[in-house]
């Protein structure tokens, strides 16, 4: 039994990391799609990210949640505006690394944590332990810093971020699965993404199933339609890697993404990184090292709770003694 827990374990993790590998690998493929606009890629990627994941549920026969969420219609709502936020949030992106901002893109997925942590703050009413409130502070103070770097506020980032925060709690409310949820958003999506698409070609604008000698031909085409499985590829990885790793291990591995992207920013498109622009991710990475220290020393503190062992006593406690 313990030699299967711990295949099932490494199963796990090297899911996660393919899941957030291809993720932070995106800003390697995205200027393969050009010329093609971001709208124009963001319509294909919703169109063949359907079909690819239509298939997937028809091979392993995963209909039965559709019945029980069209009953639902607050459910079903709220998956509808899930889906309008992540197509902003994946345009954002698509643009962000076409136009040359891969290194602001990977800063909107560093922050996120911090976003996430507000909206439970505003939104729900949670309690911040102080370790939390440092690290707010220090990714607020980052931001400020990073306005005056870029000379303006980096709103890509904060568009990514709070876009992608937004569609986490949307998500919680839905309470569906990674492959029922994209399914379900890029069918409401599916419309509107074939209609820019039909759009696009009677206007002679579309590159979908076209060629320009010289320009692009068929493998332009092919690599749109493979938008739609490396979309949901990641998904399916993530999926797995969920019902077998532990949420801290999954927690420390979605920093791999931005990691990734920014690197690929800096080594690869060899994008401008002044000093300001360092002192702004240096703050940035001290604010999820301080959130990293307290949901480790949370998790630690949580299993000797559970295994019966006495926690030591706060220090003002023993001062009051």
């Not at 949670?126 to 931001?143: K, M, N, P, Y």
């Amino acid at each position: 039994m313990a030699t299967s827990t711990g295949r099932e374990a490494r199963v796990g993790l090297w899911n996660g990391f393919a899941a957030y590998g291809i993720w932070g690998l995106f800003p390697l493929f995205w200027p393969l799609l050009e010329p093609a606009g971001a709208v124009d890629i963001l319509a294909n990627r919703m169109t063949w990210s359907l079909v690819a994941v239509a298939v997937m549920m028809l091979v392993q026969r995963r209909w039965a949640w559709i019945r029980p969420l069209l009953a639902q219609p607050r459910r079903l709502a709220l998956s509808v505006l899930a889906a309008a936020v992540i197509s902003l949030n994946w345009g954002v992106y698509i643009w962000g690394v076409n136009s040359g901002h891969v290194v602001e893109t990977s800063l909107g997925y560093f922050i996120n944590p911090l976003v996430t942590i507000a909206f439970g703050v505003l939104l729900l009413r949670e309690r911040l332990r102080r370790a939390q409130w440092v690290a707010v502070g220090i990714g607020a103070a980052a931001v400020a810093v990073l306005t005056l770097a870029y000379g303006r506020p980096p709103w890509i980032a904060l568009v990514l971020a709070f876009s992608f925060g937004s569609y986490g709690l949307l998500k919680k409310k839905v309470a569906l699965g990674g492959l029922e949820s994209l399914a379900l958003e890029t069918a409401a999506m599916f419309p509107f993404a074939v209609g820019y698409l039909v759009w696009l070609a009677a206007h002679g604008r579309g590159t979908l199933l076209r060629t320009v000698p010289g320009e692009y031909g068929w493998g332009h085409s092919a690599l749109l339609v493979l938008s739609g499985l490396i979309t949901a590829v990641p998904l399916m990885c993530f999926g797995a890697a969920a019902l077998r790793v532990p949420l801290t291990t999954l927690g420390l591995l979605q920093y791999l993404a931005p990691v990734f992207q920014f690197s690929i920013g800096v080594l690869v498109f060899h994008e401008s990184m002044p000093p300001a622009r360092w002192a702004g991710f240096t703050l940035v990475w001290a604010a999820l090292a301080v959130l990293t220290w307290d949901a480790l020393r949370r998790v630690r503190a949580d299993r000797l709770a559970t295994a019966g062992v006495p926690l030591p006593a706060p220090r003002y406690d023993r001062a009051a003694r």
